[in-house]
């Protein structure tokens, strides 16, 4: 009836605004990476990256939620140097076998405007999982011109003991700081 139909309109009307979904993104395995630095010998840096990652991210900055998943392959890691490869990937150091994947998650983050400044998170390495902070260095979100779809990207930057984390071989010889680098980009579902 047409008062019925009436009264479910006026109700829709007046009903509290829906809260909005945070918007889902897929890591772009092409475009994100996990790199990581660490002093040898107190002279030069040694570096790598993981060329495995994938994972999603949820936000919204508009009510400042975030939900991120980052699975790192710790097989994929790559200095450039293939013995070196295989050591990082050995039970000495990264034990790839025994734990072929590591993990980053956050579900909380201190924001600034529409970015998230620092994303409070926790790393699993070797079974072990300790709290990591990453600090944004930059952030964005927008049309990629190239592809038309809608990206956020951005990079950021954390340290650990890798100590924590059971990964003691050639300590102090290579230190037990480690600079870890995320650079993410990330497409609209």
């Known amino acids: 009836s047409i008062a019925v139909t009436l009264a479910t309109a006026l109700a829709a009307a007046f009903a509290a605004p829906a809260q909005a979904e945070p918007t889902g993104y897929t890591l772009d395995p092409g475009h994100t990476f996990v790199h990581w630095e660490v002093l040898h010998l107190g002279t030069s840096t040694t570096r790598g990256r993981f060329d495995r990652v994938s994972g999603t991210v949820a936000f919204d900055a508009a009510t400042r939620h975030i939900d991120i998943g ?43 405007g529409e970015a998230p400044q620092l994303i409070n998170g926790e790393i699993t390495l070797r079974g ?62």
């Not at 097989?75 to 076998?97: E, I, K, M, P, W």
């Not at 930059?138 to 954390?158: I, M, Q, S, T, Y």
């Open 70 to 112: 980052i699975t790192v392959d710790t097989a994929s890691v790559n200095t450039g140097f293939a013995g070196f490869d295989t050591l990082l990937r050995s039970a000495q150091l990264l034990t790839s076998g025994e734990h072929p994947q590591a993990y980053f998650t956050a579900r909380q983050a201190q924001w600034q």
């Open 128 to 189: 072990t999982s300790r709290p990591l902070n990453l600090r944004m260095l930059r952030w964005r979100c927008g049309l990629n011109p190239l592809f038309g779809r809608e990206v956020c990207g951005g990079d950021f930057e954390a340290e650990l003991q890798r100590s924590d984390f059971g990964i003691t071989h050639s300590l102090p010889f290579v230190a037990d700081r480690v600079r870890v680098l995320v650079q993410v980009e990330a497409v609209r579902q």
